[in-house]
């Protein structure tokens, strides 16, 4: 059974920066996506960062040049590069991957950006 654990989460000013990581375990497959979502209280959850095996990385427009993803397959884990973070970048993040053996969620880190 693939886990996903994210990690990296807090609360930090605005302007401030965060990295969160997402560590993949248990049985390998084949990865066709890697995603990063995000939900805030009372709104549904939205896609962040979407980097698929083969072709280009996207991004919300509401984070774009702000925010990066990144993998180290090695070591089987996803990253989310956070800066110049804004109170309304608050919500629960959670990181999601598609692949060989299905979909798998993360149960998620909570970011807060307040001053």
């Known amino acids: 059974q693939v886990q996903l654990v994210e990690s990296g989460g807090g609360l930090v000013l605005p302007g401030e920066s965060l990295r969160l990581s997402c560590a993949a375990s248990?049985?390998?497959?084949?990865?066709?996506?890697w995603e990063w979502y995000r939900q805030a209280p009372g709104k549904q959850r939205e896609l962040v960062a979407h980097?698929?095996?083969?072709?280009?990385?996207t991004y919300a427009d509401s984070v774009k040049g702000r925010f990066t993803i990144s993998r180290d397959n090695a070591i089987n884990k996803l990253y989310l590069e956070m800066n110049n973070l804004k109170p309304e970048d608050t919500a629960t993040h959670y990181c999601?991957?598609?692949?060989?053996?299905?979909?798998?969620w993360g149960q998620g880190t909570q970011v807060t950006v307040s001053s």
């Open positions: 980097m698929p095996s083969t072709g280009l990385t």
């Open positions: 248990g049985s390998t497959d084949s990865i066709y996506v």
């Open positions: 999601f991957k598609a692949g060989s053996r299905g979909t798998f």
